[in-house]
C-alpha cells in the first residue's frame, strides 16, 4: 500500500541567508521511497537554500540532496550503473530503501523559512 508522510521544517533560526532548521521522524521507516515532494512555505524563500533528507543514524546516507527555492516533485531513482556498450541504459534504476529514522537538514535559508518534504511510499 502507498502511503504519505509529510515533515516539515519548522521555521529557520538564524540570520537571513545562513538560518538553519532541522526535523526527524517520530518512528524508523522500512520503506521503499518513490518520491518527494518539496513544499517551501515561505512568502519568499531563497533561492539557495539547500536542504537534505537523509538517514539520521550514523552513517546518516541522503535520500535527497536539493537546492532551490521552488515547490517541486523529486523521483527517487538512483541511476543503474549497468552498461551497454559504454553507455547506461536507460530508463533503469534502483529503488531508493531505506530502514532509518529520516532526517531533514535545511541550510543557508532565510530566518522563518519553513520547508516541508512529503514523501511518497510503500513499507517493505
Wanted: glycine share 8%.
Amino acid at each position: 500500500m502507498i502511503r504519505t508522510l509529510t515533515l516539515s521544517s519548522g521555521a529557520c533560526a538564524g540570520s537571513d541567508g545562513s538560518a538553519t532548521a532541522t526535523a526527524r521522524t517520530t518512528a524508523p521507516i522500512s520503506a521503499v521511497i518513490y518520491s518527494v515532494y518539496i513544499d517551501y512555505q515561505a512568502t519568499s524563500p531563497r533561492v539557495g537554500t539547500v536542504g537534505t533528507i537523509r538517514g539520521a543514524i550514523a552513517p546518516k546516507v541522503p535520500v535527497l540532496a536539493y537546492t532551490g527555492n521552488a515547490d517541486v516533485w523529486k523521483r527517487l531513482m538512483h541511476p543503474a550503473s549497468s552498461t551497454v556498450d559504454g553507455a547506461a541504459i536507460a530508463n533503469q534504476g534502483a529503488l531508493c530503501v531505506c530502514c532509518d529514522y529520516l532526517e531533514l537538514v535545511v541550510t543557508l535559508a532565510n530566518a522563518g523559512d519553513v520547508v516541508a518534504v512529503t514523501l511518497l511510499y510503500e513499507v517493505v
